[in-house]
Nanobody, 115 residues
């Protein structure tokens, strides 16, 4: 069974940085996309950033220039470096992977940015 396990969330002051990590456990078939989503209280889950095999890296407009997504060559680790954090970045952040038609999700990690 393939699982995604996130780590790295926490509480940080505005302007600070955090790095989220997501590890893939099990044996995926072939992951085509890995990314990060977030969901703030009372809002819909939204894409933060993703990286596409043989394709582009995409970012939400609200995080461009502040967040950086990266992954390892084995496609079993993905990171989200978050700099210049703002209170509006506060949310539960979820790792996502698309594996041969399956949409996989991590359990989520809380990121809280205080002003």
């Amino acid at each position: 069974q393939v699982q995604l396990v996130e780590s790295g969330g926490g509480l940080v002051l505005a302007g600070g940085s955090l790095r989220l990590s997501c590890a893939v456990s099990g044996t995926p078939f072939r992951i085509a996309v890995m990314g990060w989503y977030r969901q703030a209280p009372g809002k819909q889950r939204e894409l933060v950033a993703n990286v596409i095999r043989y394709g582009n890296t995409n970012y939400a407009d609200s995080v461009k220039g502040r967040f950086t997504i990266s992954r390892n060559s084995a496609w079993n680790l993905v990171y989200l470096q978050m700099n210049s954090l703002k209170p509006e970045d506060t949310a539960v952040y979820y790792c996502n992977a698309q594996d041969s038609g399956r949409d996989l999700w991590g359990q989520g990690t809380q990121v809280t940015v205080s002003s």
